[in-house]
């Protein structure tokens, strides 16, 4: 009996080793495509604010982006013709094009873009932030 639960045991330990190992290798490919991005998102004019690396089985990777007027569509399209053979990252840019347009659809006039989130994961995804301005002027004012 007690063979068998070492037998056992070394079974389990290495599935948990494969598993452990295949979790680095995909956390790995991810944080090469977030290199990658985060460099061509720059080059276009954002400003990277934050960058959260969650390990595990399905790695996350959240970035927190700055906009602003440098930032265009014709500069996130040339990123899309360069990186064509990149899905994660057209999926990503394509996203951001959409936002952008989005952004001036909002015409609460005390609220302005934040932060755009992206998130990269099994479902990649994007969230954009309004903020109150009023807020934001009186917090840069006191600093």
Known sequence: MALNLNRL??????????????????????LLQANLLLQLL????????????????SPKITTKLRTGPA????????ILRD?????VI???VALLIQANRLRD??????????????????????????TDRTNSRATTAVA
């Open 9 to 30: 045991t070394g079974g389990v330990q290495g599935a948990t080793d494969a598993l452990a190992s295949m979790a680095a290798e995909k956390s790995r490919e991810m």
């Open 42 to 57: 720059q080059s276009a004019g954002y400003g990277i604010g934050s960058l959260e690396i969650e390990m595990g089985l």
């Open 83 to 87: 990186q064509a053979d990149k899905k």
């Open 71 to 78: 930032v265009t569509e014709e500069k996130l399209a040339a």
């Open 105 to 130: 659809s909002v015409t609460v006039e005390t609220l302005e873009l934040g932060e755009v989130q992206i998130i990269l994961a099994a479902t990649p995804n994007i969230t954009m932030q309004w």
């Open 90 to 92: 057209t999926g990503i």
